[in-house]
């Protein structure tokens, strides 16, 4: 069974600093890239960081570069999703993805972010 389990997100002030975790079986885990979305209320899911099966290659949105990084620790079978500086703007609920260019993507169910001006 396909599981991915997010943790970390919370209530932060802006300027405040986050760790996203995302925790998945080892079959789920294993030679997969893996990535972050968000989606604001009222607004689209978006692509916020992606990071490759072996941890060399990384992307991520305009909006969080050089604020936002995506790391992955595959002994731990786990991807995290450090946000500092946090804004009004990144407010929104992050998701974890496995695959997430596809063909076999998955979602997990989600973590809140809120950030205080």
């Known amino acids: 069974q396909v599981q991915l389990v997010e943790s970390g997100g919370g209530l932060v002030q802006a300027g405040g600093s986050l760790r996203l975790s995302c925790a998945a079986s080892a079959r789920t885990f294993s030679g997969y890239a893996m990535g972050w979305f968000r989606q604001a209320p009222g607004k689209d899911r978006e692509f916020v960081a992606a990071i490759s099966w072996s941890g060399g290659s990384t992307s991520y949105a305009d909006s969080v570069k050089g604020r936002f990084t995506i790391s992955r620790d595959n002994a731990k079978n786990t991807v995290y999703l450090q946000m500092n500086r946090l804004k009004p703007e990144d407010t929104a609920v992050y998701y974890c993805?496995?695959?997430?260019?596809?063909?076999?993507?998955?979602w997990g169910q989600g973590t809140q972010v809120t950030v205080s001006s």
């Open positions: 993805a496995r695959d997430p260019m596809g063909p076999d993507t998955y």
